[in-house]
């Protein structure tokens, strides 16, 4: 599948996913994943703060991707799995919270199968494909597992 989908890309997109302007500044911050280790099947949480840093009201889209270490080629560089706009006044903080199903998490074989590899998933959470300042792993146990008509592309999201 390399060099027949944007998936693969290596280069540098002159606007990648979530680019934009805004009249104010955000800070992402305390990236905390519960649990670090899952069983293929179970859920895993993402918290993320995010603060409004400038002097204006404004939106802010936190952007959720994962990137496979272990899966077998080929494989995406990352996928985004779920996204969020907040409207935050200056200096106001929310915390943005992700759920996302271990069969969120799998990738499509040669053959068209979509499994679900364990091993080691960068979480990335930033303001853009491009600007994702912060990172965290979890841990996938179990066998290799089709999850077929089971899987899910986006998670749900909380705001706290």
């Known amino acids: 599948m390399e060099g ?11 606007f990648p996913f979530g680019h934009g302007l805004s009249y104010t500044t955000f800070a992402l ?6 649990p670090d280790s899952v069983e293929i099947g179970d859920e895993i949480t993402v918290y993320v703060d995010v603060m409004n840093t400038g002097a204006r009201a404004g939106d802010e889209v936190v952007q959720l991707y994962v990137h496979h270490r272990n899966a077998p080629d080929p494989r995406p560089i ?8 907040v409207h935050l006044q200056p200096g106001e903080r ?16 040669e053959s068209g199968r979509y499994i679900v590899w364990p091993g080691m998933v960068e979480l990335r959470v930033g303001h853009s494909s491009r600007n994702l300042p912060l990172t965290g792993t979890v841990e996938l146990r179990g066998t290799p597992t089709e999850a077929g008509h089971r899987k899910v592309f ?6 706290r």
């Open 94 to 109: 929310k915390t943005v919270v992700f759920t996302l199903h271990t069969y969120q998490l799998g990738l499509y074989d």
């Open 4 to 14: 027949r989908t944007y998936r693969y890309f290596r280069g540098d997109p002159l």
């Open 29 to 34: 911050e305390n990236l905390r994943i519960a």
């Open 78 to 85: 990352q996928e985004l799995k779920g996204f969020h706009r």
């Open 154 to 159: 986006f998670s749900r999201v909380q705001i």
